[in-house]
């Protein structure tokens, strides 16, 4: 019994330290099957440590074909969805930037969304409150139009 709750402090100390860490709050998020999981908080800045220099030039390179790439765009509640031609090759690039993305960036929920019977093809950006200005504020003008 000792050892049970032993480890079940050790546990919950771990848990707390984890969510005082500088910059970063634990906030509920729901899982699939209804039950409330503890995810990490990030402010909206992009962690530049995050990816190396050859990575950071990567996405660079991602970014312009993206802009260059794009068919539309679209305007969510929580973020925006940005349209690409349903290539296998364009999904593979967008695939690329949204990992890179991630790592500097861990606070967006991106999605990438095939639509049935060959339809488009959509990079979906959205996150908690304050991400959509964020995105309004990051990313390129060219993003938009």
Known sequence: MKTVLTATAAILLLGLLAGSQAGTTTAPRQANQGSAEKIETTPFYCNMHGLNPEQRKRKTELDGILRGTRTGARELPDGFEFQFP???ATFRTVAEWVVMERACCPFFDLELRLEREGGPF???LTGREGVKKFIKGEF???WFR
Do not use: M, T, V
Request: aromatic content about 12%; cysteine-free.
């Open 122 to 124: 959509w990079l979906r």
């Open 86 to 88: 349903a290539d296998p």
């Open 140 to 142: 390129r003008e060219a």
